[in-house]
């Protein structure tokens, strides 16, 4: 990569998701989209979703939500939307689903922000599913040709799919994800194991339609002669119009059997499910201060035609006051390397100028 484009850094405070996946207690899963079974009884709902934007903007007018649960063969994920115009086109597998509305799931397994995996499917059935080497704005590139192999899906609709003044009430989506797939982007290979977290989102794509000629059709805004753009809401917030930022995906934290019922300290209780969320560890902090830095070392570079290793060209002094952490920088030419101390002292976290974030152990 020889020139670095500006990366747009997030109007929002790092506050993401999070959220205990219990054991599947009953299985296997019958999947027919309905949520409304003993299989996902154990789990507890998301927090209803938001805009993509956060508080920036209001609230979703239509009630999306989400559960999670696994097992030694899957990674189970559940997801009901509200909707009184349930419609869709796209019959054919890797099509842009995102042109219909949809519902989105997006997973990165080591929460590097590289190699993560995207989901797509519409009220058809009809899925796409795609592995990003990067984000786009660290130049990609997606992989269209991967398949999640072994996938199962299945919708449910609580109404009629494509005639307009059915008495529509809702649609909902049920996926088994194998973890013989989802492990090839995975730490060690491999799937997680009780007390590992991942970072995951969903995204919820919604058009503004209308009736023409008994089918719904999407509006045209008149001062452009195209459809008006989607409305995409999430269950963590993004902060910007854009879910490829795996940094402020939700944090998925895989239970084992002891977690049922549990609540209190560790989370929120849920009436339904039991515990629902889980405070994030302090060195998620560290690697969050990191990712600002390298929003700014990369806006620098796209006016300055440079990097550079004084922090006081990237942060105001009355920012500085906000950061925990205290950098190394190291710069050479088109490359740059942002450090800081572990919160336990044992090794640190590193991220460079693709955005690329690890740890090293000392």
């Given amino acids: 990569m020889g020139n670095y484009s500006e990366v747009p850094e997030p109007a929002i405070e790092f506050a993401p998701k999070t959220y205990v996946c219990k054991r599947a207690i009953t299985r296997p899963l019958d999947l027919d989209g309905r949520i409304d079974k003993p299989f996902w009884e154990a789990a507890a709902w998301t927090d209803d979703f938001v805009d993509i934007e956060g508080d920036l903007r209001p609230k979703p007018g239509k009630r999306t939500r989400a559960k999670m649960l ?72 997606p992989v269209n040709g991967w398949d999640i192999h072994g996938l199962r899906t299945a919708v449910y609709i609580d109404g009629e799919l494509n005639q307009p003044g059915a008495r529509n009430r809702l649609w909902s989506v049920e996926v088994a994800l194998p973890w013989a797939a989802l492990r090839e982007c995975a730490p060690e290979g491999r799937a997680p194991v009780p007390g590992e ?118 942060i105001s002094a009355e920012d500085r006051e906000t950061y925990r952490i205290k950098p190394t920088m190291e710069v050479a030419g088109k490359r740059f390397e942002i450090s800081a101390p572990a919160s336990d002292g044992r090794g640190g976290f590193y991220i460079r100028e693709d955005g690329k974030l690890w740890k090293e152990r000392s």
């Fill in 197 to 314: 977290f991942w970072r995951v989102n969903f995204s919820r794509v919604e058009w503004r339609v209308e009736v023409q000629d008994g089918r719904y059709v999407k509006q045209i805004n008149p001062a452009t002669g195209k459809p008006y753009p989607e409305d995409n809401w999430v269950w963590s917030p993004q902060g910007i119009v854009n879910m490829h930022y795996p940094e402020l995906w939700g944090y998925v934290v895989f239970a084992d059997e002891s977690a049922e019922g549990a609540g209190g300290a560790d989370g929120a209780d849920c009436a339904d499910g039991g515990l629902t969320g889980f405070p994030l560890p302090q060195d998620e902090y560290i690697k969050w201060e990191l990712r600002r830095l390298y929003y700014r070392q990369r806006n620098h570079f796209a006016q300055h035609g440079r990097f550079t290793a004084e922090f006081t060209e990237l």
């Fill in 70 to 141: 696994w097992d030694d063969e899957y990674f189970y994920v559940a997801a009901e939307m509200e909707e009184d115009e349930i419609w869709a086109t796209l019959t054919e597998r890797d099509s842009v689903i995102f042109h219909d509305n949809d519902f989105e799931i997006f997973i990165d397994p080591d929460g590097d922000s590289h190699l993560y995996y995207e989901f797509e499917i519409n009220a058809l059935n009809t899925v796409w599913d795609l592995l990003l080497v990067k984000p786009y704005r660290d130049g990609g590139p």
